[in-house]
């Protein structure tokens, strides 16, 4: 859900990026629609008007000017990257769109916006990281405790004999 400034006069826009090309686009719009709504309703309950980056005549009429788009986006090759190309989806998404979305940025995305086997290759990255945490927390780990397993594993075999 992207919130455009104030200042462009446009409601909030609902990407859709589906890597299989699987999901239904309009029961996804509008279910995050109804929760928009809901969120209105509740915030619209107080007196004063919540201080939010969406213009007053804009958030006055916020449920019909909520926008929605499906955004083609490179296609996974099989049936199990779909939590990498998500994360892929976030970390490109993060790096490159501007801080405050608008339908003309929208040209950004695309079937050519990143090859898929980038996206795939983000399980390296992943079981890199995962790998330097462990062996990082170990190191800490035996840090504080300097004893060797072989000599915790002697001590209490004594302590049960």
Not at 23 to 39: A, N, V, W
Not at 96 to 124: C, H, N, T, V
Request: charged residues 35%; aromatic residues 10%.
């Amino acid at each position: 859900i992207c919130i455009p400034d104030k200042e462009d006069e446009s409601g909030p826009i609902i990407l859709h990026l589906d890597s299989l090309g699987l999901h239904c686009s309009k029961s996804i719009f509008g279910y995050i629609k109804s929760f928009l709504r809901e969120e209105w309703n509740y915030l619209n309950q107080g007196e004063a008007l919540p201080d939010l980056p969406i213009a007053e005549k804009i958030w006055k009429n916020l449920p019909r000017r909520i926008d929605d788009r499906i955004i083609p986006v490179p296609q996974q090759k099989n049936e199990y990257d779909c939590g990498l190309f998500v994360l892929f989806f976030m970390e490109r998404f993060i790096e490159e769109a501007p801080e405050r979305l608008k339908k003309k940025d929208l040209a950004m995305f695309g079937k050519q916006w990143f090859k898929p086997e980038q996206a795939s290759g983000l399980r390296r990255k992943i079981r890199k990281l995962l790998m330097e945490e462990f062996y990082n927390s170990s190191k800490d780990k035996c840090a504080l405790d300097p004893k060797p397993l072989s000599s915790v594993g002697a001590s209490e075999k004594n302590e049960h004999e």
